[in-house]
């Protein structure tokens, strides 16, 4: 079964530093990663996502993930953290033996909290 | 991309009542979703609503509970039937452009629900 893992309830950052949210999945086969961004009272955000190729991959606001297959993570970073980050921030994962559609699992979020 | 608008944005509704939530895409599409996302948890598929045939639920969630309609490519309603506290939750729909199981998922703002 899928599944995914984001062991950090909320992570607090210093504006300028760089962040880190952590995230860790399970699946069958080979796996499409998706990192979504969920500001106060608005829906989810697409940010970027991993397919294939090129383990890091750059997304929306400046943001990047590295795919590490032999740690089964996908933690998102950004170099230099803005107040305007903070958000919950959701990992999910998609099993690509999962079927021609299989369902996307999310995690449970992680608050980021970015202070001046 | 696609630009997803969900009525009502809120609403506080009395126990053993029902509410409908409509959601509204800019372009046509094959796939929308329907997620709940409980206070301070992440998000749970409800069901999967596909024009042309009846609603795939997952497993927890009934068509009694939870009727959906989808009339049309750009349209889908989500029933919360028979109301209690504990179906007190924002409800997000979503879809898929193209139907290739790498595809990102866009968000509506997502309906928040507080039932007394």
């Known amino acids: 079964a899928q599944s995914v893992a984001q062991p950090e309830d909320q992570v607090n950052v210093a504006e300028g530093n760089p962040l880190t949210v952590k995230c860790t999945y399970s699946?069958?086969?080979?796996?499409?990663l998706f990192w979504y961004v969920q500001y106060p009272n608005r829906g989810l955000q697409f940010l970027l996502k991993?397919?294939?190729?090129?383990?890091l991959v750059k997304g929306s606001y400046g943001f990047e993930a590295e795919f590490n297959k032999s740690q089964t993570s996908f933690h998102l970073k950004k170099p230099s953290a803005l107040v305007s980050d903070s958000a919950l921030y959701f990992c999910?994962?998609?099993?690509?033996?999962?079927?021609?559609?299989?369902?996307?699992?999310f995690g449970k979020g992680t608050k980021l909290s970015v202070k001046p | 991309s696609a630009v997803i608008s969900q009525k009502p944005s809120r609403d506080i509704c009395q126990r053993g009542t029902s509410l409908t939530i409509q959601c509204q895409v800019d372009s046509q599409v094959t796939m929308m979703f329907w997620y709940r996302q409980q206070p301070g948890q992440s998000l749970t598929l409800i069901a999967t609503a596909n024009q042309g045939s009846e609603a795939t639920y997952e497993s927890g969630f009934v068509i009694d509970k939870f009727p959906i309609s989808r009339p049309n490519l750009t349209f889908s309603t989500l029933t919360v039937s028979n109301m209690s506290p504990e179906d007190s939750s924002i409800y997000l729909c979503?879809?898929?452009?193209?139907?290739?199981?790498?595809?990102?998922?866009?968000f509506g703002p997502g309906t928040r629900l507080t039932v007394l």
């Open positions: 699946v069958s086969g080979n796996p499409y």
């Open positions: 999910a994962v998609r099993d690509q033996g999962g079927g021609s559609q299989g369902n996307l699992i």
């Open positions: 979503s879809v898929e452009i193209g139907n290739l199981v790498y595809n990102e998922q866009f």
């Open positions: 991993y397919i294939t190729g090129d383990n």
